[in-house]
């Protein structure tokens, strides 16, 4: 079971589906060390912020991926 997973945001904050980037985890730490990895990537490909769920619960976010 991977219950962690990051929803992505443009910038108008509208959900955004990439699958190039369609991950899920199996812990928080691992979804949070992916992001910090590919959060330029992320940015490039148009996500604008992130939100972490667990399952169907927010975590936190929307967090911006603004330097």
Avoid: I, K
Avoid at 35 to 63: D, K
């Amino acid at each position: 079971e991977t219950p962690w997973w990051w929803q992505l945001h443009d910038e108008s904050g509208a959900s955004l589906t990439l699958t190039d980037f369609d991950q899920r985890f199996h812990s928080r730490g691992d979804a949070e060390s992916w992001v910090g990895e590919c959060w330029a990537e992320l940015a490039e490909a148009g996500v604008n912020s992130v939100t972490l769920f667990e399952h169907e619960r927010q975590v936190y976010g929307p967090m911006s991926l603004s330097a």
